[in-house]
């Protein structure tokens, strides 16, 4: 189900990998600005400008046992490709392997949550880094179009739960995450708090032994990542969600980084998707040693 282009300094083989990049070049859902199909291949592209060594983690990323999958053949239909992806990503969780998958529209986080929750030991819980809640049941009548995917998490895994960055919804589903006492950081709050501070207040409240990351880059402001399916004016900085990956990436059992569309921009919302998946291996990597 993949073909193989290459993330700069994922050298290892699949069978001695421990974390292992996907692409999946699919945004049949996008309602705003398609193009995030192009995504995987922009920050593998990207992934050439930045140096292996990582100096806040004393790390070669050149040393670690990455592997770069390639691309998901991804199919039309939505739910056809949901299915399909949760097929091979619970292959990579089933051989003990982190997944980091590139998207993609962020509907493809579901199939990712679903495979790591069914592999996890203990208690498990989700982050979502987003501008949006992602609460509707369906949308523009597609049941797992891209705008409902944190709803499905919701029901389908867990609703130990928090969501950061969030700004934009309509009041339904302000009313939604308020009735149904769904944990939510807006910018302003992840600012007033500082991401230090943040972070171990996400893991006293989830309590878990392990977690999943999702990151629609939309969570940032525009200003940082331009290049966005559906950009969100007054989000946070790279700085900001830097950070909170750093402190959450060693209990993550899985990330991914989503809806980059790249022909909006000039590559730097690419590069910036890279170097937060970086970021991660190398956050996790140290918290190995």
């Known amino acids: 189900m993949f073909y193989r282009p290459g993330m700069v300094d994922a050298l290892a083989d699949y ?27 922009a920050m593998r592209s990207a992934s050439a400008n930045f140096e292996s060594y990582n100096s806040f983690f004393d790390i070669d990323l050149a040393e670690l046992p990455i592997h770069d999958a390639g691309n998901f053949e991804a199919g039309v239909l939505v739910d056809d490709v949901l299915s399909e992806l949760s097929l091979d990503v619970a292959g990579i969780t089933e051989d003990g392997k982190i997944p980091i998958m590139m998207g993609g529209e ?32 369906e949308f523009e009548g597609v049941k797992y179009n891209h705008a409902c995917v944190s709803r499905h998490i919701l029901e389908e895994v867990t609703d130990n739960y928090v969501t950061i960055g969030v700004r934009s919804g309509p009041k339904e589903e302000w009313d939604f995450a308020k009735d149904n006492d769904i944990c939510y950081y807006t910018p302003e709050e992840v600012t007033s708090k500082g991401a230090d501070t943040l972070v171990e207040e996400i893991k006293e409240y989830l309590d878990c032994d392990s977690i999943y990351l999702s990151l629609d880059m939309d969570a940032l402001d525009p200003a940082y990542a331009p290049a966005l399916g559906t950009p969100e004016p007054f989000g946070l900085s790279s700085l900001e ?38 970021e991660f291996i190398a956050a996790h990597a140290a918290s190995m040693k």
């Open 15 to 41: 069978e001695s990998a421990g974390y292992v990049l996907f692409g999946v070049p699919f945004d049949r859902t996008s309602s705003f600005r398609a193009g995030s199909r192009w995504a995987p291949d």
């Open 106 to 137: 962020h509907s493809l986080t579901l199939p990712c949550v679903k495979a790591c929750a069914k592999r996890a030991e203990g208690k498990f819980g989700v982050v979502v880094l987003d501008a949006h809640f992602d609460l509707r049941d």
């Open 241 to 278: 969600v830097r950070d909170i990956i750093r402190g959450l990436a060693p209990m993550s059992a899985g990330f991914d980084v989503m809806e980059i569309t790249p022909e909006y921009d000039g590559g730097q919302t690419a590069i910036l998707g890279a170097k937060f998946i970086r």
